[in-house]
């Protein structure tokens, strides 16, 4: 569980695989290794850098509100630090948005960018959803709190298959039991990261390859947020799931792992 000093915090990394560095990036509540079923896939061809953000797993948590630019730049220092001039980048929800700030603040860095179930902005609906995620971390158990999580983020079909519902429970399990649980504070400057996030009006001068990725039954960044940040974005490329949600590239998982891989390996 390597750590390095960037940004003005230590901050936990992990890697498998060997080749061209690929930069994983996680979203709200989730530590990097949510990754290895991706990343068993992907290092058969790509260093799979999976990252604990600022505020959860072993990275430093430090109090107060965390923004999308800030985490862009732990990850640019990060990449600094390992000695990767530049490197490809996935990121999902929470993480999509500190990758289109990586691309936006420290483009040299960034090669080519999947934004998985991204927005560019958040509208009434995506900050009350954020701000009662707060308040349900601070009321429920850690259990209790991962279901409603997953009830959020997951299709019904997913719900009815005997096999994922039992994933969602060991899930629920893992979060209540973790090594290293994520304070409120640090779920609250995450948080802040994502409501506040807009950079709608720079989308337009991004230079990378992108490709925007989601479910079309999104109900947590639903399937407009998607397609607003790709229709800004120059010659984005783009692919949404049916009867998938926030959680697609769990619920079309063999697919998924496929696709970006091949649109990784062709930018």
Same mark, same amino acid.
């Given at each position: 569980m390597?750590l390095? !000093?960037t940004?003005g915090?230590?901050?936990?990394y *992990?890697e498998r695989?060997?080749? *061209?560095?690929l930069?994983?990036? %996680?979203?709200?509540?989730? $530590?990097?290794?949510?990754?290895e079923a #991706?990343?068993?896939h992907?290092?058969?061809?790509?260093? =799979?850098?999976?990252?604990d953000?600022?505020g959860?797993?072993?990275?430093?948590?430090?109090? +107060?509100?965390?923004s999308?630019a %800030? @985490?862009?730049?732990?990850?640019?220092?990060?990449m600094?630090?390992?000695?990767i *001039?530049?490197a490809?980048?996935?990121?999902v929800?929470m993480?999509?948005?500190?990758?289109?700030q990586?691309c936006l603040?420290?483009a040299?860095?960034?090669k080519?960018?999947?934004? @998985?179930c991204?927005w560019?902005r =958040?509208d009434?609906?995506?900050?009350?959803?954020?701000?009662?995620?707060k308040?349900c971390?601070a009321?429920l158990? $850690?259990a209790?709190?991962? !279901?409603?999580?997953q009830l959020?983020?997951?299709?019904?079909?997913?719900?009815?298959?005997?096999?994922?519902?039992?994933?969602?429970? *060991?899930?629920?399990h893992?979060?209540? #039991?973790?090594?290293? $649980?994520q304070?409120l504070?640090g779920?609250?400057?995450?948080?802040?990261?994502c409501?506040?996030?807009?950079v709608y009006?720079?989308?337009g001068t991004?230079?990378?390859? =992108?490709?925007v990725?989601?479910?079309?039954?999104?109900?947590?960044?639903?399937?407009?947020? +998607?397609q !607003?940040?790709?229709g800004?974005?120059p010659?984005?490329d783009?692919?949404f799931?049916?009867?998938a949600? #926030?959680?697609?590239?769990?619920e079309?998982?063999?697919?998924f792992?496929s696709?970006?891989?091949e649109?990784?390996?062709a #930018?």
């Amino acid at each position: 569980m390597p750590l390095v !000093e960037t940004n003005g915090i230590q901050m936990n990394y *992990e890697e498998r695989g060997t080749g *061209e560095p690929l930069i994983l990036i %996680m979203g709200i509540t989730a $530590p990097g290794a949510v990754w290895e079923a #991706h990343a068993d896939h992907w290092s058969s061809n790509y260093r =799979c850098i999976m990252v604990d953000n600022r505020g959860i797993g072993l990275t430093d948590k430090p109090e +107060g509100d965390y923004s999308s630019a %800030m @985490m862009a730049d732990d990850y640019a220092g990060l990449m600094d630090a390992l000695g990767i *001039e530049s490197a490809k980048v996935v990121g999902v929800s929470m993480g999509s948005i500190i990758a289109q700030q990586l691309c936006l603040r420290h483009a040299s860095k960034v090669k080519s960018a999947v934004l @998985m179930c991204p927005w560019a902005r =958040c509208d009434r609906y995506a900050a009350s959803i954020f701000e009662h995620m707060k308040a349900c971390f601070a009321h429920l158990s $850690p259990a209790q709190f991962m !279901e409603w999580i997953q009830l959020l983020i997951f299709t019904k079909p997913f719900w009815d298959n005997d096999e994922a519902l039992a994933s969602l429970l *060991e899930g629920r399990h893992g979060f209540a #039991h973790g090594p290293a $649980p994520q304070p409120l504070h640090g779920l609250e400057g995450q948080a802040a990261a994502c409501i506040n996030h807009d950079v709608y009006d720079q989308l337009g001068t991004m230079i990378q390859p =992108c490709l925007v990725i989601g479910g079309k039954d999104d109900i947590f960044t639903p399937l407009w947020m +998607g397609q !607003e940040v790709a229709g800004a974005i120059p010659n984005c490329d783009t692919y949404f799931y049916n009867d998938a949600g #926030h959680a697609f590239h769990f619920e079309k998982m063999d697919d998924f792992n496929s696709r970006v891989f091949e649109w990784l390996n062709a #930018h």
